[in-house]
């Protein structure tokens, strides 16, 4: 069965593959592409006036957006914020009881055997950052203006995540150009507590990352995107892997030297001194044209001007043609009257 995607839909991501459970309590969850191109997981609809404003979010054509649906009045609650399994320090007390009742249920799905937890204290921030499902020992970071993001490996392997048309695998193209961007230090984002005091004391609060500084450019790095898929209607074939960056969880990959190999061949730095045309020049064929190309052509070869209007005068030469020869075979033959003698008077 083929799926298409409506043309007004501002997303790419098929619900089915949207479907997913949280690997810290086990409640069902959706994801959503954000307004700034992340994803978000979703909790089912609230009563917008019960939840706190700062917590409202609500989707357009299949993005999401904070605050909530000015037409159902209704909202929703992105999952870290009510996740039992996540540490809460500011939790609002009307969500006390939502959370309170999904730990309940978290704990019934434990004791029935139906879900393991994944053992790991975790912070709300943390759990809003969907990692990938593969990643390399060397992720670089793509920074735009102090928006910073982690590729699951190296930039130069990050790989489209369309679907062909033709396989309907994932696309094999790639999303690096070495015209795009450039590595830059920039500074790392602050990070509470005694690790991110070691960070700062490590790198001197500085890192490089390939910093891509052009808006249209970027919008292709954020989704992920090949050259071709950019514009594409095509579904994704796998959630985004460019994911937020955060100090704390992923200061393993931090890089503090320049990575190499990504230098470029400079263009028309130096003065050139040329010695002049080459030998091989070819002029055109027409008798009052001038124009001549570089190389050696075939003989009787015109520039495109004077092909263009010898293209022209020979549809008109045929079609002139064509017109007589109906002419000739509609109208009999007649034997031409004889010409009058010509008189010579002096």
């Keep these: ?159 489209c995540i369309a679907t062909d048309r033709k396989t309907g695998q994932r696309c094999e193209g790639g999303v690096f150009d070495l015209d795009d961007g450039k590595w830059e230090e920039v500074e790392i984002p602050h990070a509470p507590g005694r690790q991110g005091q070691q960070i700062l004391s490590e790198t001197g609060g500085r890192m490089w990352a390939w910093a891509v500084n052009d808006f249209e450019l970027l919008r292709r790095w954020w989704k992920q995107r090949c050259i071709d898929h950019f514009r594409s209607s095509q579904p994704d074939h796998v959630p985004f892997e460019v994911v937020l960056f955060h100090p704390l969880k992923h200061a393993d990959y931090i890089l503090t030297a320049r990575p190499e190999g990504y230098e470029r061949t400079p263009k028309g730095d130096q003065l050139v001194v040329h010695d002049g045309p080459t030998k091989d020049i070819t002029t055109c064929a027409a008798a009052s044209c001038r124009h001549s190309t570089l190389g050696k052509m075939a003989d009787g070869w015109l520039c495109w001007s004077c092909e263009r209007t010898e293209r022209r005068r020979a549809r008109v030469h045929r079609r002139w043609q064509y017109a007589a020869e109906a002419v000739e075979e509609d109208t009999p033959r007649q034997n031409p009257a004889p010409m009058p003698p010509v008189r010579y008077t002096p």
């Design 1 to 159: 069965m083929s799926l298409y995607l409506h043309r007004s839909n501002q997303t790419k991501l098929l619900r089915r593959k949207a479907v997913d459970r949280c690997k810290y309590c086990g409640t069902p969850i959706e994801w959503f592409e954000r307004y700034d191109t992340l994803r978000i997981p979703l909790s089912t609809e609230f009563p917008a006036p019960l939840i706190p404003p700062k917590m409202r979010w609500h989707l357009s054509k299949g993005v999401a957006y904070p605050g909530g649906d000015p037409q159902t009045k209704f909202c929703r609650i992105p999952h870290p914020a009510i996740c039992p399994a996540v540490t809460h320090p500011d939790l609002p007390d009307e969500l006390r009881d939502v959370v309170a009742r999904l730990a309940v249920r978290m704990r019934g799905r434990i004791e029935r055997g139906e879900f393991a937890p994944y053992l790991e204290p975790v912070e709300e921030v943390e759990a809003e950052i969907a990692e990938p499902d593969v990643v390399d020992t060397i992720r670089h970071v793509v920074s735009y203006y102090g928006t910073l993001r982690i590729a699951p490996g190296e930039v130069h392997d990050l790989q």
